[in-house]
């Protein structure tokens, strides 16, 4: 699935997630996004604190708002997007998207293609975990329960990690809406595990009730569970 595919997906399931055997197999992140992730690393490397960016679609176009510097343990963000069609002459308009009030980006459409009902909508918020270095070897933290708990109790469909990986936790239909006490400690489990190894196991994140994608910078997201 390409990532303006993806982004259909979500839209369509903002508030009502689907079936768990929807989802690809695969995704494919276009270089934008990429290069909006790589840059989340690049900030977080050099500050060593959580940062975060939300991606939104504004009428087919798709923005990541700056990355917002948090603390060492977490982040928050909120951002105001709007969006204006200004007459350039009798078959064109100047489109004008403003991120906080400040214009990113503008294009010019014909008339016959502006939208009836503009659509101005956060597709998902991705953050950073910062590492630490032990014995020479460079660690991070998965997903913690704050950050799942957050994605279970919104509207929004995923949520976005980036460690020297980029992770993306989608939810589903048996998703709950918080995370069991069981639950807790499997992921307590998951982090120790890929904190000290590197690694997930997937029998263990299917046990919280996502979709989780994994994906080195610049290649496929491959899902990890069923």
């Known amino acids: ?3 303006y595919d993806f982004c ?13 055997k929807r ?30 960016i939300t991606l939104f679609i504004v009428d087919k176009d798709i923005i990541a708002t700056p990355p917002v510097k948090g603390s060492k343990s977490d982040v ?7 969006l204006k069609y200004k007459p350039k ?19 010019y459409v014909r008339i016959t293609d502006i939208p009836r009902d503009s659509q101005i909508i956060s597709l998902f918020n991705i953050h950073s975990h910062p590492s630490t270095i032990s014995d020479g070897i ?6 913690s329960s704050t950050d799942l708990n957050t994605l279970f109790s919104s509207q929004s469909l995923c949520i976005g990690l980036v460690t020297d990986k980029f992770f993306l936790a989608c939810r589903h239909s048996q ?52």
């Open 138 to 143: 460079r660690h991070y933290n998965f997903f």
């Open 1 to 3: 699935m390409n990532f």
């Open 76 to 82: 928050h963000t909120q951002h105001q997007v709007n």
């Open 89 to 107: 002459n009798k078959n064109f308009y100047e489109k004008q998207i403003l991120l906080n009030g400040k214009l990113v980006k503008k294009s």
């Open 23 to 52: 989802y690809s197999g695969e995704i494919s992140l276009d270089s934008t996004i990429w290069s909006e992730i790589k840059n989340l690393a690049k900030f977080t490397s050099q500050f060593n604190y959580e940062h975060s």
């Open 175 to 226: 998703s709950p809406r918080y995370l069991s006490e069981e639950q807790r400690q499997i992921l307590d489990q998951i982090n120790f595990d890929f904190y000290n190894a590197g690694k997930l196991q997937n029998e263990l994140l299917e046990k919280l009730a996502l979709v989780f994608y994994e994906g080195e910078f610049s290649k496929k997201l491959q899902r990890l569970n069923k």
């Open 8 to 20: 259909k997906f979500v839209i369509q399931h903002i508030g009502k997630p689907p079936d768990a």
